[in-house]
T-cell receptor, first 114, second 113 residues
């Protein structure tokens, strides 16, 4: 089964500072990878997804970017954080491509921008 | 726009009773649905999924029912336990097979002794 590792678990950053959140996946190869954001007490919003190395699709315009340098590594970045970037960031993985399978989530990074 | 939503934001259930969590969806193109459980400070945990060619699927103590006629999805938990206290999300794929899910707002389930 897939295991998704995310770090750090919590992060407090000042406005205008850079961001780098990392996610790695074990137990599968060539997964689809996703970054979701969850506001307090709300559902999940898809930010980025990737179907392969170097392939990134953005779902919403924002201050963030994503990269996939290796098959099972997914990185979420920002050059200058905004207060509105605060939230709970979740990395997820699913099997292969072009058929439905459940997403498996990591335990998230809680980002507070001050 | 089309969306996934939940009827009840909070559900209080007595330990040992059965729980029913409801979800409405409006995108008729959706053909894959998933229920997730999220405990405080953790990522969502997969519970059960169902495809549109089925109307019922059972797992361990859980049953998902899909009514395509009225675009309604439900999760039934049998003999609810304290460990079932969590937020439950339904998600639909909007007809997309690449795993891009749209999530509802969630239902908080509170199990009382």
């Amino acid at each position: 089964s897939q295991t998704i590792h995310q770090w750090p678990a919590t992060l407090v950053q000042p406005v205008g500072s850079p961001l780098s959140l990392e996610c790695t996946v074990e137990g599968t190869s060539n997964p689809n990878l996703y970054w979701y954001r969850q506001a307090a007490g709300r559902g999940l919003q898809l930010l980025f997804y990737s179907v392969g190395i170097g392939q990134i699709s953005s779902e919403v315009p924002q201050n963030l970017s994503a990269s996939r340098p290796q098959d099972r590594q997914f990185i979420l970045s920002s050059k200058k954080l905004l207060l509105s970037d605060s939230g709970f960031y979740l990395c997820a993985s699913s099997q292969g491509a072009n058929y439905n399978s459940p997403l498996h989530f990591g335990n998230g990074t809680r980002l507070t921008v001050t | 726009g089309e969306s996934v939503g939940l009827h009840l934001p909070t559900l209080s259930v007595q330990e040992g009773d059965n729980s029913i969590i409801n979800c409405a969806y409006s995108n008729s193109a959706s053909d894959y649905f998933i229920w997730y459980k999220q405990e405080s400070g953790k990522g969502p945990q997969f519970i059960i999924d169902i495809r549109s060619n089925m109307d019922k699927r059972q797992g361990q103590r859980v049953t998902v029912l899909l009514n395509k006629t009225v675009k309604h999805l439900s999760l039934q938990i049998a003999a609810t336990q304290p460990g079932d206290s969590a937020v439950y999300f339904c998600a639909e794929n909007n007809g997309d097979s690449w795993g891009k899910l749209q999530f509802g707002a969630g239902t908080q389930v509170v199990v009382t002794p």
